[in-house]
């Protein structure tokens, strides 16, 4: 049988997260909480059921990565025996089911679907985080609008009467995201106001035009938006 690379659907079936679990435990984190250190040396992944989190590099504080529910956290170390990479952050309250890491290793030892689900999900992961260097003004365009995209996708973006707010983001951390300099994503959020597709306040960004913001995205596809509950 021929595989595409859309085939391999989630990372865990409803069956899969239920063996797993036998093997895990539920955990907990409120918002703002650091689950996981830059340099420790620990040994379990997280498997997102609610709530999300940033990855964090020290010493500048760089947001490189986001996760959402049905991604793992800290798998690169379960992997490769390293220290953790970055610091993880709970960007909002976040339930996790915590698998130590010789568990996930032998779990996608022996479900060769959820491993080529995984293996597919961290090379489009490494994909993004390729360098940025020598963008011209138009891709640093595309590529914040995408960032601010990327985060309403992931269920971050919450409409409000006023448009969908993006809350626990600031400037520095969206131009991580995008894969730019601080400068050019200041100077595109800029031009956004100017025009009245987004508003920024600290750690907020509000997105008016969402049909406005997809076009300097040139992107076609709606995104998910959750209510104000």
């Known amino acids: ?30 918002a703002g909480t650091v689950v996981i250190r830059q340099g420790e040396v620990s040994d379990f992944v997280l498997y997102i059921l ?10 500048n504080s760089e947001t490189v990565e986001f996760h959402g529910p049905g991604q793992l956290v800290g798998e690169f170390s379960s992997l490769t025996g390293t220290p953790r990479s970055a610091d993880v952050h709970a960007v909002t309250g976040v339930e996790a089911l915590l698998v130590p890491g010789q568990v996930w290793r032998d779990f996608i030892a022996t479900h060769a679907r959820s491993a080529c689900a995984h293996y597919s999900a961290l090379a489009r992961r490494l994909l993004e985080q ?27 973006g919450v409409a409000t009467d006023d448009g969908i707010a993006i809350r626990g983001f600031n400037q520095r951390e969206i131009a991580s995201i995008a894969k730019v300099s601080r400068e050019s994503a200041a100077a595109v959020l800029r031009q956004l106001r100017e025009a009245g597709v987004v508003s920024t306040a600290r750690a907020l960004v509000t997105v008016h035009d969402l ?15 959750r209510k104000e509950q």
Request: net charge negative; glycine share 6%.
């Open 1 to 30: 049988m021929e595989h595409t690379t859309a085939d391999w659907g989630e990372l865990l079936t409803d069956e899969e997260f239920t063996e797993l679990a036998e093997q895990g435990h539920r955990v907990a984190y409120p």
């Open 50 to 59: 609610k709530g999300h989190t940033k990855a964090v590099l020290q010493p």
């Open 130 to 156: 390729d360098s940025a260097s020598g963008l011209s003004y138009t891709s640093s365009e595309r590529r914040v609008a995408k960032a601010v995209l990327k985060l309403i996708e992931a269920g971050l």
């Open 211 to 225: 049909a406005a913001l997809e076009r300097f995205a040139d992107r076609d596809k709606v995104p998910y938006q």
